[in-house]
């Protein structure tokens, strides 16, 4: 298992300097990733650090973490410019960059600012929007007629530094089978809540069965669950960790929530490094 921060972009750490230190100190301390939040208007926060340059000083901040945002909501997003963006942010940071992308869920972030507000609309939007990613980062000319998106010639050069493609994780909400099934055809899966209660061992190895059910073997697939362990013992950290590494998931994020923990508290937990599961 790997280990990763997963840190919002808005109240205390809507700096992209702040949080360019934050990942180096993470870096430092031992974590494996470093993920940022996509919001622009979470409910009472304020200060918000646009995650795509976040990120740009945090490639330069550090030198091997695994960098991305977490999820971006690509529907809001143009993805011929997502695209672009992150073959730019992959070359700058050496090939460390895992897009997380989902549909977004916060009605807000849509309806505020006239974007598309139905969800079915927006699944829709995302998977042509994938679509269109991957044919820009093959470096290929191409163009594309779908029902939400047109494009005439178009060629990103140069490509991302990762071959054949940046890593794709898709945001979901378990155990809605529907975005799971997406994930199953990029490369990972980036739960952000169970319906009703919060994801558990079992919950994961369910998706792991049905990973091994759907996916072929030499194509690796990860499982990233997502939990804060503030307040906890390192004991019962690494217990709650081990469970779930046991049941499949291949990646731990720790969330720096954006209330309840102030910034110097979450440095240290950032010192601390993440918990050693054997």
Known sequence: MRFALNVPNFGEYGDARLLAWLAREAEESGWDGFFVWDHIAWEGATHYADPWISLS?????????????????????RPWKVAHEAATLDRLSGGRLILGAGPGGREREFGFFGEEPDPKRRAAMLDEGLDILTKMWSAEPFTHRGAHYEITE?????????????????AGTWPRKRPFLRALRWDGYAPVGKAGSPLTPEDVREMSSLVSEQRERDKPFDIRISG??????????????????????????????????????????????PPDVG
């Open 228 to 273: 804060s362990t503030n307040g906890e013992s390192l004991d019962e950290v690494r217990r709650k960790v081990a469970r779930f590494a046991e049941a499949g998931a291949t990646w731990w994020d720790e969330t720096l929530p954006p209330s309840g923990m102030s910034l110097e508290e979450a440095r240290e937990r950032v010192r601390l490094g």
């Open 57 to 77: 000083a945090i490639a330069v901040e550090t030198s091997s973490i695994r960098i991305g945002p977490m999820v971006t909501p690509l529907p809001r997003r």
């Open 154 to 170: 178009a060629r990103l050069m140069p490509p991302p530094a990762q071959r054949p493609r940046i890593p794709i994780w898709i």
